[in-house]
């Protein structure tokens, strides 16, 4: 496994693989390696792709009083991880080698961030497309593998990819989550035991939520007040927010006849924390027998 932090080097060791006739399949991180960034390497690897991994933590894409300083960074665990998932490229640049001082280019993605995290966190994607095109340039990767976790940084992904014409393929794994279902996420590990139970409310909430878009609920309002119910219940007071949004638009739905991605952001002590899942109508209730809201 390489590891370089150069830019040039980069390109280099990416160029020698193409040479070599290996296609690049790019997992891009900002460290604090998990099992889920195991199952995108994975995927890479499945698919016989030249694995790069980038490890960035990527300062424009956090805001004003986020975590930025306190976010986990452990590059020596980082690099068993990619060692034992048998990564062949890891690319490790500094901040001041990815934003010269003077840089004053931006990537946005309209409309996509106008909801859930986008409104919460205002300039967050453009500081993620920004990385990412970056990445996508200096990597040439044939192929990105992206959790659904964040499932509209996926969205936002795919649709600057298509709008653009970037010449690569965004692939999206699912979720890995505990046994409890709880998502995997660099941020649980600022969790206290306690708030670490907490925490499990988040996918109890989707699921209350999926239950009743499965039983035929219409009522997009009716479905967030359990969501939030349960969210009460465990005692999360600090809540972004939980909605029912169309998948592809992102964009809230009132009236749900078809698939819906229900999303929340909590915070649980020190860590926001997001997850989402998609819900469609049961047959039968997509046949008309749907109960009240
Ligand atoms: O999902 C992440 O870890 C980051 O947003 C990403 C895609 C690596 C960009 O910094």
Sequence with gaps: MEVVREIPLARAAVARARQAGRQIGLVPTMGALHRAHESLIAAACKRGLFSVVSIFVNPTQFVPGEDYEAYPRDEAADLEVCRAAGVELVFIPPVADMYASDAVT????????????GAHRPGHFDGVTTVCTKLFNILQPDVAFFGEKDAQQLAVIRRMVRDLDLPLEIVGCATIREPDGLALSSRNRYL??????QAVALNRALQAGAVRVRSGKS?????????KGVLAA???ERIDYVEVVDPDSLQPVSRIDGPVLLALAVHIGPARLIDN??????AAAAAGRETPA
């Design 106 to 117: 931006r990537v946005h993605v309209s409309s996509l961030t106008a909801t859930l995290c």
């Design 192 to 197: 206290s035991a306690e708030q670490r139970q």
């Design 219 to 227: 009522n997009a309002d009716s479905v967030v007040a359990a969501m």
């Design 277 to 282: 899942l998609t819900a469609r109508p049961d």
């Design 234 to 236: 465990a005692g999360a």
